[in-house]
């Protein structure tokens, strides 16, 4: 009698769109290399090892069909660029005719949101895991789609044939894959026919699941150098395998069997980043999704022409600085002050990723003068001082010697500077706290930034990127 497998359905409920990234109001994104190849699969046969079909994972390397939130913060070693990043991320494998498998090379994910105004997305809650597509899927999916890299356009319908995306180099094949984004706020996980999230219609949740969470838009890619074409109406993808006395036999479908696995491993922080300080504020991004953060606990800013202004509710920061000609004690100073707590780095990664953290901060202003690109200069300041009482009068001592840079123009944006050193000098003290000085070019320009009670407080982040490789 033939025994099977214990067979998983992934019913995810569909919606409109397609799964190919496009140009989001706010974005995040993060590369990721392939890792491994298991027949795991953490979300649908949770603590079943080898009892799922084929699947290649990319990001968190210690992924396993025991894993969860937690263990992936615990063991958050990536192969993602973005190594503030644990999350984990799979996909079944790919085959050709002649059973060969196919290993991809990385996955590209984009986590978007739109219409932000009107819908605001929530941060993903710890513990969240996503399900995309239908591995036994029939028919043109309405939620993946494929790619052949030199060839026009994104397609569903099976029987492309790919050729090398440029003269004499290699075929390049994508999946892209747009994960439900509205999530029923109860279940982390999805079940056999009872799924935790589906699609927005128009931006717009439905009741049943009513938050909504960023978009994550997984493009999976094999670079296949020496190959000539691939045909996508003859290739295969794992399905759940069948156990025949005792033995596994491997089933494949074609690309509309086609699915992706999300299991998220970003922190608290991080996925709260994402969404209030990137997302829905309509923001680019990038990789600058942090592992931890500390918003300014207090700010100000002192004034030598009314040295005994106290400007600690003023939503702005104002900063002059003017050394030119008798120097800067005869000319009109304005410097801002900024007091943080000092967040916490990873305690758990391999010295080689540990090392590329550092602490950073994320201002936001210009120069309100002229159109003219500055650097502007970060001093020491102690952390004796309240925003409630400083003024020009009772201010920190200080030293004009810079602990880092700021390079600025006229376009109001996002800033960030570089404050690791000195961070981490103050760690090593015992201080739980530190303050910065932001002073002037030295050439008499003023600079307006946010302060704690401005529309965009400052930042004490901790970033650490390394570029993944894109054959």
Same mark, same amino acid.
């Given at each position: 009698m033939t025994i099977l497998r214990k067979l998983i359905v992934i019913s995810v409920l569909s919606g409109t769109g397609i799964a190919s990234a496009h140009a989001a109001e706010g974005q995040s994104n993060v590369v990721c290399s392939y890792h491994h190849t298991a027949g795991d699969d953490a979300i649908m046969m949770h603590g079943m090892p080898g009892m799922a079909m084929l699947h290649d994972f990319f990001g968190n390397t210690s992924v396993d069909a025991f894993s969860n939130y937690n263990a992936l913060l615990?063991? %958050?070693?990536?192969?993602?660029?973005?190594?503030?990043?644990?999350?984990?991320?799979?996909?079944? $494998?790919?085959r050709l005719e002649t059973g060969e498998l196919l290993k991809p090379s990385y996955q590209k994910t984009y986590y978007q949101a739109d219409d932000v105004a009107a819908h605001p997305v929530q941060p993903f809650p %710890?513990?969240?895991?996503?399900?995309?597509?239908?591995?036994?899927?029939?028919? %043109?999916?309405? #939620?993946?789609?494929?790619?052949?890299?030199?060839?026009?356009?994104?397609f569903n319908k099976i029987g492309r044939v790919c050729t090398p995306r440029s003269p004499g180099g290699p075929v390049q094949f994508n999946i892209g894959m747009r994960f439900p984004n509205c999530w029923d706020g109860k279940n982390l996980r999805p079940a056999v026919g009872k799924p935790n999230a589906t699609y927005a219609v128009n931006n717009a949740?439905?009741?049943?699941?009513?938050?909504?969470?960023?978009?994550? #838009?997984? #493009?999976?890619?094999?670079?296949?150098?020496?190959?000539?074409?691939?045909?996508? $109406?003859?290739?295969?993808? $794992?399905m759940d395998p069948e156990m025949h006395h005792g033995h596994t036999m491997e089933k494949w479908g074609n690309l509309y069997t086609a699915h992706g696995d999300f299991m998220n491993g970003w922190t608290v922080d991080g996925a709260r980043f994402m969404t209030e300080h990137c997302l829905n504020r309509g923001i680019q991004c990038g990789l600058k999704v942090p592992f931890s953060m500390s918003?300014?606990?207090e700010s100000s800013y002192v004034d030598s022409r009314a040295p005994a202004a106290i400007h600690a509710q003023d939503p702005q920061m104002h900063i002059v600085d003017d050394w030119t000609g008798a120097g800067r004690e005869v000319h009109p100073q304005k410097m801002a002050l900024l007091k943080f707590t000092i967040p916490a780095l990873p305690s758990n990664l391999p010295p080689e990723d540990a090392a590329l953290f550092k602490y950073m901060v994320r201002l936001h202003g210009k120069n309100t003068t002229d159109s003219a690109a500055r650097i502007l200069h970060i001093y020491a300041a102690d952390n004796s001082w309240k925003a409630s009482s400083?003024?020009?009068?009772?201010?920190?001592?200080?030293t004009y010697t810079s602990v880092a840079t700021l390079r600025h123009g006229n376009k109001e944006d996002d800033l960030y500077f570089d404050v690791d050193s000195y961070v981490r000098q103050q760690a090593a003290a015992g201080n739980k706290e530190v303050s910065f000085y932001i002073g002037g070019e030295r050439q008499g320009r003023e600079f307006v930034f946010d302060s704690a009670t401005g529309k965009v %407080?400052?930042?004490?982040?901790?970033?650490?990127?390394?570029?993944?490789?894109?054959?």
């Open positions: 615990a063991h %958050p070693q990536t192969t993602c660029d973005n190594k503030s990043d644990a999350s984990a991320y799979w996909v079944p $494998s790919l %710890p513990g969240l895991e996503l399900l995309a597509g239908d591995h036994h899927g029939s028919k %043109p999916p309405k #939620n993946i789609n494929f790619l052949c890299a030199g060839q026009p356009g994104y949740c439905p009741k049943d699941f009513p938050v909504k969470l960023p978009t994550v #838009n997984l #493009n999976a890619v094999w670079v296949l150098p020496g190959m000539k074409e691939l045909d996508t $109406s003859k290739v295969g993808l $794992s918003a300014v606990s400083v003024n020009w009068d009772h201010r920190p001592a200080m %407080p400052p930042l004490l982040l901790t970033e650490g990127t390394r570029e993944t490789p894109q054959p």
